[in-house]
């Protein structure tokens, strides 16, 4: 049975701490709850989720925690143990000095969690609010725990680190290593598939399909992984292989691969990269 133990002064802390962040938080939070309570209004049977996950919930942050823990734990890390390990890492990256961002990979993670959904309410048409993101999207599920990973590997913890990236390959089919870096507001559209290696960096505002590789070429060690500027689009099953930059808002066609440095609003398709207009119009 899971173990979910809650400290009440804690909770107050966090609360606190919750309220005297960006407002954008607290919007954030109030929609997820509204629309929990508008699911479970709609589909009853939604309501041991829903209740368990948002609104049994003092925190935007214990509801992500509750949430990442309760998909991956098993029978020998339980979800009590993900649960307060991840609360962990969001405290700790909450914490005054630790919230600022500093470049992908860095900065509060629950900040970033809040970016990544109002990242993909705009830019999927398919995902009408928050809450829908939130419950069902593994694409961002996946993308928190790797996060929480991330974290786990700076601090000395790369065994754990690596438990997680392999119960989100079991749990999600998408295979992130802990050791890369994500930027804020970012969309992992569908998720199944996506595989992103260890030296990749994912700037801010990127949008990666179902299918994609940062990979290396399988040629070289070290840093051997693709580094994406900032609203880079990469396609469905597109490949982006080796230590390459894609330049601020380039898009890789679905399908493509990609092995050469991108200037920045570039658009290239097919399996050598053809540039086809330097032009970005579509929000996809
Ligand atoms: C359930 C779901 O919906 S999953 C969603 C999956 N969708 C994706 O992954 C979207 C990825 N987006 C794409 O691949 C888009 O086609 C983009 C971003 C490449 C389009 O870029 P644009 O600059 O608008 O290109 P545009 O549509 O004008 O096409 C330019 C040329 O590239 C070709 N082209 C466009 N996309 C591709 C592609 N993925 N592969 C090969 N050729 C392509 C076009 O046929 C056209 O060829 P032509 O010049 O010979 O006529
Ligand atoms: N989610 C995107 C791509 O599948 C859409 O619905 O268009």
Redesign the pocket.
């Known amino acids: 049975m899971s173990r979910t133990r809650i400290d009440l002064s804690k909770v107050a802390m966090e609360r606190a701490t919750s309220t005297t962040r960006a407002s954008s938080g607290d919007e954030i939070w109030a929609s997820l709850r509204q629309g929990g309570q508008e699911l479970v209004e709609k589909e009853p049977l939604m309501g041991g989720f829903v209740y368990a996950t948002i609104l049994n919930q003092p925190t935007f942050e214990r509801a992500l925690a509750f949430l990442v823990a309760s998909k991956i734990a098993n029978a020998t890390i339980l979800q009590g143990q993900w649960n307060d390990l991840i609360m962990e890492a969001l405290n700790a990256t909450n914490e005054e000095g630790n919230r600022v961002q500093n470049g992908p990979g860095t900065g509060s993670i629950s900040e970033a969690a809040r970016e990544d959904l109002k990242a993909i309410v705009e830019r999927d048409p398919a995902c009408p609010s928050y809450t829908h993101a939130f419950c069902f999207f593994k694409g961002f599920q996946g993308l928190q725990a790797q996060r929480v990973s991330h974290w786990l590997w700076g601090h000395h913890r790369k065994v754990l680190a690596c438990k997680m990236q392999s119960l989100v390959s079991e749990v999600f089919n998408m295979d992130l290593h802990p050791a890369a870096k994500f930027g804020r507001g970012i969309m992992i ?2 998720g199944h598939g996506v595989v992103v290696g260890e030296t990749a960096v994912v700037d801010d505002g990127c949008t990666l ?2 299918g994609v590789t940062l990979g290396g070429t399988g040629k070289v060690r070290g840093d051997r992984h693709p580094k994406l500027g900032k609203r880079v ?1 990469v ?2 099953n597109a490949s982006v292989l080796g230590n390459i930059t894609v330049g601020h808002d380039c ?1 890789i ?4 691969a990609l092995m050469h440095d991108l200037p920045p609003n570039t ?1 290239v ?2 399996h050598k990269g053809r540039v ?2 330097k ?1 970005t ?2 929000k ?1």
């Open positions: 559209d569908h399909l179902h689009v396609g469905s898009k066609g679905a399908g493509a658009t398709v097919g086809v207009t032009k119009m579509s996809l």
